[in-house]
């Protein structure tokens, strides 16, 4: 999974249109909670990432809305968790619960949520799934079954989504095809076959899909680029031979 969530390119550059979130050639305010080395992950991207934080264990940034923990728990994030004004929660280790999650309720305008290494479960995709501005999920490490990606598919902005599960089958992927607005896509590491993936094909606004860990037949691959001719298709690490996006080096994983 490291693998998987540390080694890509640059984002797509747009990307820059979906969000508010990127703010070029604004006075960013950053109160960095505390300094340590380099906080291991991806370069920076104005859009998903809109604040990468070379050198601090966290920060709070106004301008965007955007808290930032390299590691918490529950007491931790909820001794930074600001009374209003969050839109973008990134952690890149967590041990949090069920409970906490909830907490974000408290916050209608998030937009985006990151949990890298939190086992999400579907009380936790529940909580998320109630958030009415969320468009950005990235989870790559959850724990969550069919019905708690179901339950993410609901979401009514829903617009790029990460994860990784062991629980995941492709009765679950039925679910994403149903999610008219998604646009961005990555599988990690989730026992699903030809069949689920084969659904995505419903998904007639997605433009990238990447696959982390799942077999693919030929004849699934033909069909999805068959079905969807302009999709960025992206198969462990590697560009498919077939992706008519494959020779644009900007063209990455805007949920990594």
Known sequence: MARAADSWG?????????????????????????????????SPSPVVEP???PVTD?????ATGTLFLAKADDR?????????????????????????????LRYPELEHVRLRRVAVTDAGAESLSKLPQLRIVNIPHA?????GLKLLATLPRLEMLRFGSPNVTDRGLQALAEAPGLRFLHIID?????KGVRRLVECRRLESLYLDGVSLSDETVEFLLSGLPNLHLHLDQKHHDRDPRRAHPEMADPLR
């Not at 931790?76 to 974000?104: C, F, I, K, W, Y």
């Not at 989730?190 to 030809?194: C, G, L, N, R, V």
Request: proline share 6%.
């Open 10 to 42: 640059t984002i797509l550059a747009e990307m820059a249109a979906l969000t508010s979130l990127a703010l070029a050639g604004s006075a960013w305010l950053v109160r960095p909670m505390s300094v340590a080395g380099p906080v291991a992950g991806e």
């Open 51 to 53: 604040l990468q934080p």
């Open 58 to 62: 966290g920060y709070w940034d106004d």
């Open 76 to 104: 931790e994030l909820m001794a930074r968790l600001p009374d209003t004004g969050l839109r973008t929660l990134l952690v890149d280790d967590g041990h949090l619960s069920d409970q906490v999650l909830r907490r974000l």
């Open 143 to 147: 724990v969550i079954t069919d019905e």
């Open 190 to 194: 989730t026992p699903i076959s030809d």
